[in-house]
């Protein structure tokens, strides 16, 4: 049988594009907004835009929280996107300080607004290069090359406490923040490969390869 990848869906992401990506690549695809059917996920998608404080709230008005632990600590695939990558972190300091998942001992800071010639937000197409050699081995980076530009908006970053769970960085300005994190059999990444082309497709055959 098939498995599915389970997007959940606590109101604040755009799911269409998401579902899309992946069936594009062939994968049975269900959205799911219960805390009971997240540990009944195959591979289970954390999305997300917005604010950090809003995001753990309707996490957590859902029941959701306890619920994305276990199935972190589960062994199956977790994958964070942008806003989700940035809830997989300890705590975030956008407007004030909140607890995040803590799947992944870090911060989420704000990115520099005093940067000349980068404005915040940050959208743009940046790079993704390999934080040391031969990390992306094993990773949903396994078949991208090192530099592959993908799409990113975001005004908060990253910043995980081990630099042993940065997989991927990129540049703004003088900043050098996480494009991708990962520990374990979690992983997350700030730019959205839903809207990164071809090589953004190739980091999802990745994460559900079997």
């Known amino acids: 049988m098939s498995k599915t990848v389970s997007i ?9 594009s998401i579902c899309r ?4 690549i062939g994968a049975m695809v269900q ?3 219960k805390a009971e059917d997240v540990l009944k996920s195959d591979y289970l998608i954390l999305p997300g835009v917005g604010a950090f404080p809003d995001g753990m709230k ?8 306890e619920h994305i632990q276990q199935f972190a600590g589960s062994g199956k695939p977790l994958l964070g ?7 997989l972190l300890s705590k975030g300091h956008e407007h004030t300080v909140t607890d995040g998942l803590n799947i992944i001992e870090g911060e989420v800071l704000a990115l520099p ?10 959208i743009n197409w940046h790079s993704a290069d390999e934080n040391a050699p031969g990390n992306w081995k094993g990773s949903v980076f396994e078949n991208t090359k090192n530099g592959t530009c993908f799409y990113f908006v975001h005004s908060y970053y990253a910043h995980p406490a ?7 960085t990129s540049q703004f300005g ?3 923040f996480a494009a991708a994190v990962k520990r374990e059999n979690v992983t997350g990444t700030q730019f959205h490969p839903e809207k990164s082309g071809e090589d953004g497709l190739e980091l999802l055959r990745r994460f559900i390869r079997d």
Do not use: T, W
């Open 81 to 87: 996107i942008c806003l989700g990558m940035q809830m």
């Open 8 to 16: 959940i869906d606590y109101g604040m992401s755009n799911l269409l």
């Open 174 to 176: 003088d900043l050098k």
């Open 162 to 168: 081990d630099e042993k769970h940065l997989l991927a």
């Open 31 to 33: 959205v799911i907004d």
């Open 21 to 24: 990506a992946f069936e594009h």
């Open 113 to 122: 607004k005093d940067m000349k010639g980068y404005k915040v937000p940050n």
């Open 58 to 65: 309707e996490l957590a008005k859902r029941g959701l929280v």
